[in-house]
């Protein structure tokens, strides 16, 4: 298990539930860049304001309350209010998610609709919850904690939506798109390239791909790099090497990404990641 460091984070996963992530930070002054998550982000705000732009949305989440995110929507955050921001947060995996929706009878995705909710019932199981997976070492605790928990938040606090709804419906030349720059990552990509794909223009091709993505292509690709740098150095790559695996130009070019989407460097993510795994 990993332990405080000087920037006052902390982060852990646990294999047996999909490589779940689980992060927790104290008194930090952070501002996260505009990004999206693969998978569901569920948090507890402990002390100060935590503020997102969500949806064409700015939410300001108060001490004890809720913040949702849903896959693949795009969102920034930021410690509001001038305050230092003590916040738990987990990221469930679609996978994980639909596996507890499909065991308490919940048909079709599980859709977030409440960016912020105020509950002191939800607040006081998701600490719970996040305190016996940083703590116990009995897994038949975390993992009927886990299911416990989720399934009550899914009962709850979640609509049901069919994919295609729960997801943004995606313009064919989106979907084109984000499939070149997931396998063209770590290559020098041009928006030429990108024109070329789709036959749009270039003005009109940013500007549907922001609207249906929330971000550039430049920045989604950005965020690409950081989620394979994160693969990368979890699994002991150094972060000089890293940064040439993902395409970056340099180890400071990375770190400057990094920092701004996750909200440590790379290689304390490294250590983290790591001392985890001991």
Do not use: C
């Amino acid at each position: 298990m990993s332990n405080w460091t000087h920037q006052n984070t902390k982060l852990w996963r646990v294999p047996e539930f999909d490589n779940l992530e689980v992060f927790r930070a104290q008194a930090i002054h952070h501002s996260y860049a505009r990004h999206a998550h693969s998978g569901y982000s569920i948090g507890v705000i402990e002390a100060g304001v935590g503020g997102n732009s969500y949806r064409g949305t700015t939410y300001l989440a108060p001490p004890e309350s809720v913040v949702f995110m849903n896959p693949q929507e795009a969102h920034t955050g930021y410690s509001a209010e001038d305050r230092p921001l003590t916040y738990r947060m987990l990221y469930p995996s679609v996978g994980l998610v639909q596996q507890i929706a499909d065991e308490v009878q919940i048909k079709g995705f599980p859709y977030f609709k409440d960016a912020v909710v105020q509950s002191k019932g939800l607040t006081r199981n998701l600490v719970s919850l996040h305190v016996v997976l940083e703590r116990s070492p009995d897994p038949l605790e975390q993992q009927s904690r886990l299911v416990e928990v989720l399934a009550a938040t899914l009962l709850h606090y979640a609509e049901v939506k069919t994919r295609a709804t729960g997801l943004q419906r995606e313009h064919r030349a989106i979907a084109q798109i984000k499939e070149y720059l997931h396998e063209n990552f770590s290559s020098t990509i041009s928006l030429d390239q990108l024109v070329e794909l789709t036959n749009l223009n270039r003005s009109y091709l940013i500007r549907v791909f922001r609207q249906a993505v929330g971000m550039p292509p430049y920045t989604y690709l950005n965020q690409i790099r950081v989620e394979k740098a994160k693969q990368y150095l979890s699994h002991g790559l150094s972060v000089a090497e890293t940064a040439i695996a993902v395409g970056m130009s340099d180890q400071s070019h990375l770190n400057r990404h990094f920092k701004r989407i996750v909200g440590v460097t790379p290689g304390h993510y490294r250590s983290m990641s790591i001392s985890s795994k001991n």
